[in-house]
T-cell receptor
């Protein structure tokens, strides 16, 4: 079985500052990794995913995440955040060898202030 | 393109009353369907998933049940709601291959009073 740990429940940053949201996972099999973003009272939107190949994946709005197999991590980064990035971010993992059940972390609330 | 509809957006129900939440997907066939519950500070918990009509797998024992009467319709039900059933319920779909991630509806905020 897989598990995901997001140690930071809340990350406050100032606008235009860099940010890193941490995600560590545990699995005995190969996995796919995902980051989702949730705005207040809305569903989750897929932000980016790692399936295979290059360990650095990017989203269209400036976020990137790097898969580190030795550290079992998939941290999310952005070099300069905007007010509009304020949201909750969820890391998720699924077993790459079979049926896709997403296992989520508890989420990190990113608070961007001016 | 594919879309997922989930309703209602909010619901306030008394303890002991029944529940029915509906989710439909458009623009794809034979999707995998999921019901998740989000409780404050606890991330998302997978409640049920389905790989086809009438095929339901339950992840955790609870006061809820799910049904899939049609290929693109997924229903979450309860005969008698408990206070602990309050939460944010999310329906999602994915393809049969595990590479695409899941796509979520807008969610239903259920408050049991």
């Amino acid at each position: 079985a897989q598990s995901v740990t997001q140690l930071d429940s809340q990350v406050p940053v100032f606008e235009e500052a860099p940010v890193e949201l941490r995600c560590n996972y545990s699995s005995s099999v190969s996995v796919y990794l995902f980051w989702y973003v949730q705005y207040p009272n809305q569903g989750l939107q897929l932000l980016l995913k790692y399936l295979s190949g290059s360990t650095l994946v990017e989203s269209i709005n400036g976020f990137e995440a790097e898969f580190n197999k030795s550290q079992t991590s998939f941290h999310l980064r952005k070099p300069s955040v905007h007010i509009s990035d304020t949201a909750e971010y969820f890391c998720a993992v699924s077993d790459s060898t079979g049926f896709q059940k997403l296992v989520f972390g508890t989420g990190t609330r990113l608070l961007v202030s001016p | 393109s594919q879309t997922i509809h989930q309703w209602p957006a909010t619901l306030v129900q008394p303890v002991g009353s029944p529940l029915s939440l509906e989710c439909t997907v458009e623009g794809t066939s034979n999707p995998n369907l999921y019901w998740y519950r989000q409780a404050a500070g606890r991330g998302l918990q997978l409640l049920f998933y389905s790989v086809g009509i009438g095929q339901i797998s339950s992840e955790v024992p609870q006061n809820l049940s799910a049904s899939r009467p049609q290929d693109r319709q997924f229903i979450l039900s309860s005969k008698k709601l408990l206070l602990s059933d309050s939460g944010f319920y999310l329906c999602a779909w994915s393809g049969s291959q595990p590479t695409g991630g899941a796509f979520f509806g807008q969610g239903t905020r259920l408050t049991v009073v």
